[in-house]
C-alpha cells in the first residue's frame, strides 16, 4: 500500500520550493541548492522539511500501529 503525504495551506512559493527540491537527484545537489537560498527561503525549506518529516512519521505509525510511539511524537508537534 502506497502512502501519500499531503500538506494543505501552503501558498505558491512553498509549493515551488518543493516541487525544486523534488526534482533534485541527490544530497550533494540539494547541499548546494539550500545554500543558494535566500535566508528567509532557507527557513522556508527547513519549515517544510519538518512538516514532511511529521507527516512522514504519522503514516509510519499508521502503518505499523504502534500508538505508544505516537504518544511521544505529540510532544514534538509544532
Known amino acids: 500500500m502506497e502512502k501519500k503525504i499531503s500538506i ?3 501558498d505558491r512559493h512553498q ?3 518543493l516541487e525544486e527540491m523534488w526534482g533534485l537527484k ?3 545537489e540539494y547541499e548546494v541548492w539550500f ?6 527561503d532557507q527557513l522556508q525549506v527547513r519549515t517544510l522539511q519538518q512538516i514532511l518529516m511529521h507527516e ?7 502503518i505499523t500501529g504502534l500508538e505508544e510511539s505516537r504518544e511521544v511524537l505529540k510532544r514534538f508537534r509544532l
Do not use: A
Open 8 to 10: 494543505t495551506d501552503l
Open 15 to 17: 509549493v515551488n520550493l
Open 26 to 28: 541527490g544530497i550533494e
Open 35 to 40: 545554500e543558494e537560498l535566500s535566508e528567509s
Open 56 to 62: 512522514f512519521m504519522e503514516g509510519l505509525l499508521e
